[in-house]
């Protein structure tokens, strides 16, 4: 394993941890606080697309660079999580060329369906039956249970992928309410 690698782990389990803080402040202020003058919604939905767009592309270059540069193999979970995570840059790019706003329900949904899939790998991960997608170590496939990162006791790389996804999900609900709001 390179060295700079623990390095890489750290930065991006803190980036993780900042970034669930992040999605707790946007709720709070959602549920408690939420008015159209509120400067933190206003900020989050002024910068939604570009927030989402940034996410979407830090999670795929760093799910190429473990897999095709570190040599971490995915297994049958990531590439469904990836599956739901790719489309995002795509269309949060789109959304940032285009500007025409279309793009928010079809990116809940690929969102949605990601958080599904990485909460169902947490399970598997921590110790719950084998996945119904994971293939057999003894077979030549890669486990679903393997932790390749495991920093502060808890974060992992679903727990990486579900945090994008919340993230993603919190963005744009807040978006939606904020330009309902008008």
């Known amino acids: 394993?390179?060295?700079?690698?623990?390095?890489?782990n750290k930065t991006l389990s803190l980036g993780t941890i900042f970034l669930?803080?992040?999605?707790?402040?946007?709720?709070?202020?959602?549920?408690?606080?939420?008015?159209r003058d509120n400067p933190l919604l206003l900020f989050f939905k002024k910068y939604?697309?570009?927030?989402?767009?940034l996410g979407a592309l830090g999670a795929f270059a760093l799910s190429i660079?473990?897999?095709?540069?570190?040599?971490?193999?995915?297994c049958e979970l990531c590439w469904i999580q990836r599956i739901f995570l790719?489309?995002?840059?795509?269309?949060?790019?789109?959304?940032?060329?285009?500007?025409?706003r279309s793009i928010v329900?079809?990116?809940?949904?690929?969102?949605?369906?990601?958080?599904?899939?990485?909460?169902?790998?947490?399970?598997?991960e921590a110790g719950g039956t084998r996945g119904l997608a994971c293939a057999d170590p003894s077979h030549g496939g890669v486990s679903c249970a393997v932790r390749y990162i495991y920093e502060f006791g808890y974060v992992t790389m679903p727990i990486m992928a579900l945090t994008l996804?919340?993230?993603?999900?919190?963005?744009?609900?807040?978006?939606?309410?904020m330009a309902r709001v008008k």
């Open 48 to 53: 939604t697309f570009l927030f989402g767009f």
């Open 65 to 74: 660079f473990y897999s095709n540069f570190v040599g971490f193999p995915p």
């Open 1 to 8: 394993m390179p060295a700079y690698l623990e390095i890489v």
């Open 86 to 100: 790719y489309p995002q840059l795509i269309l949060f790019g789109m959304e940032l060329y285009k500007r025409d």
């Open 20 to 35: 669930q803080a992040v999605i707790l402040m946007i709720l709070v202020t959602l549920i408690l606080f939420r008015k």
């Open 165 to 177: 996804s919340l993230f993603i999900i919190v963005l744009l609900v807040n978006y939606k309410y």
């Open 105 to 124: 329900d079809f990116s809940i949904v690929f969102a949605i369906l990601g958080s599904i899939t990485s909460i169902y790998h947490i399970y598997v």
